[in-house]
């Protein structure tokens, strides 16, 4: 739970399982995040191991983001979640 028990991670990483994504891209799927938060947040992933952040040397910058090994082994569990949330917002 330390590694995925705040607000926005499982959120992050539930979008980032079908694939990489944009910096932008994925800030944009998760509503309400700042972008100190956004920020913050993808930088405790990356510690942690789960996310893997690829900067690319083009003009304007643009940097992806995508699930490691470990990150890819929650899939379970977030989907889970996910399955959880639908059956109980209903």
């Known amino acids: 739970m330390n ?3 705040t607000k926005w991670k499982p959120l992050i990483l539930f979008h980032l399982l079908e694939g990489d994504l944009r910096s ?3 800030q944009k799927h998760i509503s309400g995040i700042s972008n100190k938060m956004f ?8 510690k942690d191991g789960l996310l893997c ?6 003009v304007p910058p643009k940097v992806e983001y995508g699930l490691t090994a470990r990150g890819k082994s929650l899939e379970t569990i977030l989907r889970g979640l996910d399955a959880w949330g639908e059956k109980d917002w209903k």
């Open 3 to 5: 590694l995925i028990g």
């Open 24 to 26: 932008g891209v994925l």
């Open 39 to 46: 920020t913050q947040t993808v930088r405790e992933l990356e």
């Open 53 to 58: 952040r690829t900067v690319y040397p083009v």
